[in-house]
């Protein structure tokens, strides 16, 4: 849904960083707002293919780099037989053996070694507002090698995973205490991933779901606690980035309402007034 107050005020260019770019799983999170203008992104896709992908296919505002991103050691690139589980990390089979698919996408075709490198490191994505992470199993890495730049973040979109796919994967219990080191609170879980246990099968579906929850996306904002400490810029932007990305309305009108006693301002009503009509 488009952000009502665009011809109210003017919202700063979003700056955004793709870790893991390759869109195998559809459009991404932020693609509303690439749509309407207004956001450049920074996108990292360590895969050889999948990065030609994308370079074959330009996208405007959007410039991808071939990076791993993680903490600044060496690592091995798992590439795997299906795209989506190429990973940093071995795949864990005695987890994966238990649901239909997984396994066998999970098969290891090549492994590349390559270095990593930490977003602090990387001046490409300075100053941005906006972190969406899929790294399959690496994520505990990649924010490590981002404590500075998260300090000037205000929305992390990151997948996690409840069940391990891969050894020594860190789950959900770690990256949300990272994050909530780092002043982040949980803002919303995007729909939960859940299998069937083999050797069950429902209506012939084998990525149909049923009890065991596996993996969802989690969206974290600055807390909500401590938006003085987010100056107007950021206020609107992430304003914006909760309406249109996340349709996450009450949020958008907490971070104008701060604006406005911070400024003597009405955004907050203007955008209750135009809601209807965004």
């Not at 810029?233 to 009108?253: M, N, P, V």
């Amino acid at each position: 849904m488009n952000f009502p107050l665009q011809s109210v005020t003017p919202i700063p260019p979003i700056r955004a960083i793709d870790v893991g770019a390759s869109p195998i799983d559809g459009a991404p999170p932020y693609q509303p707002l690439l749509s309407r203008g207004g956001l450049e992104v920074v996108g990292f896709e360590p895969s050889p293919k999948q990065f030609d992908a994308l370079q074959a296919a330009p996208v405007p505002g959007c410039t991808f780099l071939p990076h791993a991103v993680g903490d600044g050691s060496e690592g091995t690139l798992r590439i795997c037989r299906a795209p989506g589980m190429t990973s940093l990390l071995e795949p864990d089979l005695d987890v994966l053996r238990h649901f239909h698919v997984l396994g066998e996408c999970a098969e290891v075709l090549d492994r590349i070694p390559i270095p990593t490198k930490r977003l602090d490191d990387l001046p490409e994505v300075a100053g941005s507002d906006y972190l969406k992470i899929d790294v399959q199993g690496s994520e505990l890495n990649v924010l490590r090698g981002a404590s500075r730049l998260l300090e000037s973040l205000t929305v992390v979109h990151i997948e996690v995973n409840f069940v391990p796919f891969y050894k020594d994967q860190p789950l959900f219990a770690e990256l949300d205490q990272e994050l909530r080191g780092a002043g982040f609170f949980l803002h919303k879980f995007l729909p939960l991933i859940s299998r069937v246990f083999k050797p069950l099968i429902l209506n012939k579906d084998p990525y149909a779901g049923l009890s065991q929850v596996l993996w969802t996306d989690a969206v974290y904002v600055r807390r909500f606690t401590e938006l003085d400490v987010l100056d107007d810029a950021q206020l609107l932007k992430t304003a914006r980035i909760a309406h249109e990305a996340y349709s996450s309305f009450d949020l958008c009108g907490l971070l104008l309402h701060t604006h406005d006693q911070r400024n003597q301002g009405g955004l907050y009503d203007s955008y209750l007034a135009r809601f209807g009509n965004a």
